[in-house]
């Protein structure tokens, strides 16, 4: 079964500091690997994404690393803000130009405390 | 510029009762559309995807069922709601990046549904 395990599923980190979410997959074909982040009450937005071509991108305060031989990636929020508290969804797909469908990981709350 | 529509945005309603939620995009056409339901520390589960019209798989068994009626409109019901399915209820469509085949999904606002 195709599953991405994410990890803390809750995080409380303060202003300035940096906040780490870690995710782990299992199927090998996945070649997509999207972060999306949710404020209360709204829908999930894509955040960043990275292809297992790259280790890491960058994309302001946000970076994806990623280890294809540890099958891990993970999401690093620099100079974290308390617009940053949300909650961080990872997931991942195989790529299929067109029908491939995102598998998510169960969610990491993050709270910036001043 | 693309948007999802989706609504009604919270809903109660009794056990036993019917259950309509609709979805409609405006700015692109056949996209593939989702609705996905979030339960508290469960994460995002999807439950119907559809790649055309009339054209529905369901993910998992349940008490809902959706219906696509026309390009842009994707609608999830449920003849007799259960406790069980309250929760927060997402609509999304996606599209491919060109050659690189990365499939952005876009989510609606989310609809609260209370099955009391």
């Known amino acids: 079964q195709q599953q991405v395990k994410q990890s803390p599923q809750s995080l409380i980190v303060q202003k300035g500091g940096i906040s780490i979410i870690n995710c782990a997959y299992e199927?090998?074909?996945?070649?997509?690997f999207p972060w999306y982040q949710q404020f209360p009450g709204k829908g999930p937005a894509l955040l960043i994404a990275i292809r297992p071509d790259v280790s890491e991108k960058k994309e302001g305060r946000f970076t994806i690393s990623f280890n294809k031989s540890a099958k891990q990636f993970s999401l690093h929020i620099m100079d974290s803000q308390p617009g940053d508290s949300a909650t961080y969804f990872c997931?991942?797909?195989?790529?299929?130009?067109?029908?491939?469908?995102?598998?998510f990981g169960t969610g990491t709350r993050l709270t910036i405390i001043p | 510029s693309q948007t999802i529509h989706q609504w009604p945005a919270t809903l109660v309603q009794p056990v036993g009762s019917p259950l309509s939620l609709e979805c409609t995009v405006e700015g692109t056409s056949n996209p593939n559309l989702y609705w996905y339901r979030q339960a508290a520390g469960r994460g995002l589960q999807l439950l119907f995807y559809?790649?055309?019209?009339?054209?529905i798989s369901s993910e998992v068994p349940q008490n809902l069922s959706a219906s696509r009626p026309q390009d842009r409109q994707f609608i999830l019901s449920s003849k007799k709601l259960l406790l069980s399915d309250s929760g927060f209820y997402l609509c999304?469509?996606?599209?491919?990046?060109?050659?690189?085949?990365?499939?952005?999904?876009?989510f609606g606002a989310g609809s609260r549904l209370t099955v009391l």
């Open positions: 199927n090998t074909a996945f070649d997509y």
């Open positions: 999304a469509w996606s599209v491919t990046l060109g050659r690189s085949g990365a499939n952005v999904l876009t």
């Open positions: 559809s790649v055309g019209i009339g054209q």
């Open positions: 997931a991942a797909s195989i790529g299929n130009f067109g029908n491939e469908k995102l598998t």
